[in-house]
């Protein structure tokens, strides 16, 4: 079992540019998560997938910010004109079914750093 | 909405000490899961500890921690630690309401020699 596998791991843009960040979650697993990472804020929730379709995008900024799960297989979070406040890790997480007490797996995270 | 709170966030201790990591949380929800996650350099978060009992201990690679609801605390202890425990440390919640959860924080435990 590879864990979850998150591309790229570091991604650098320019300031207004767009960054598309893959995740490709545990096979099997029917939910995937997105959170965010900063020193000032910690990990912070943005949105989750249950069998491809979203449920909870509670955490999303409202602009600029979008996330897709077209296949059971991959996830993808994209961040168009990027700002410098948008620099963080963003980690990707599967789970069994999101329900319950079913432990979330995160991946290694892309670190994005906008300049 | 919930929120959890981690008091310190550094930690040091000297090997073979106590070490204690404190969380505490508010949620208006009644049935809810605690996890403790623990990052190491460079690496993904992973659970070191999960819980959704009251008073029940909960123990794994000899950190041990109790949900107590009175007092809405998931305190995480060990009693010698270790080099090797040197890492960043989430508390965090799930409400029965949603899958997400709302961390801590996070409290970064340096252990020396």
């Known amino acids: 079992n590879a864990g979850v596998i998150q591309t790229p791991r570091h991604k650098v843009t320019g300031k207004g540019q767009e960054a598309t960040l893959w995740c490709e979650p545990i096979s099997g697993h029917s939910a995937v998560f997105w959170y965010r990472q900063t020193i000032v804020q910690g990990l912070e929730f943005l949105t989750y997938f249950r069998n491809q379709a979203p449920i909870d995008d509670s955490g999303m900024p409202k602009e600029r910010f979008s996330a897709q799960m077209p296949n059971q297989s991959h996830s993808t979070l994209k961040i168009q004109s990027t700002q410098p406040q948008d620099s963080a890790v963003y980690l990707c997480?599967?789970?069994?079914?999101?329900?319950?007490?079913?432990?979330?797996?995160f991946g290694p995270g892309t670190r994005l750093t906008v300049l | 909405g919930d929120s959890v709170t981690q008091t310190e966030g550094l930690v040091t201790v000297t090997e073979g000490l106590p070490v204690k990591l404190n969380c505490t949380y508010q949620t208006t929800y009644l049935t809810i899961a605690f996890f403790w996650y623990v990052q190491y350099l460079n690496e993904a978060p992973q659970v070191l500890l999960k819980?959704?009992?009251?008073?029940k201990r909960t123990e794994h690679q000899g950190f041990h921690a109790t949900l107590h609801k009175s007092s809405s605390s998931f305190h995480l202890q060990k009693s010698s630690a270790q080099l090797s425990d040197s890492a960043l440390y989430y508390c965090a919640l799930r409400n029965n309401a949603g899958a997400k959860l709302t961390f801590g924080g996070g409290t970064r435990l340096t252990v020396r020699p």
């Open positions: 997480a599967s789970s069994l079914d999101g329900q319950g007490g079913a432990e979330q797996f």
């Open positions: 819980s959704s009992t009251d008073n």
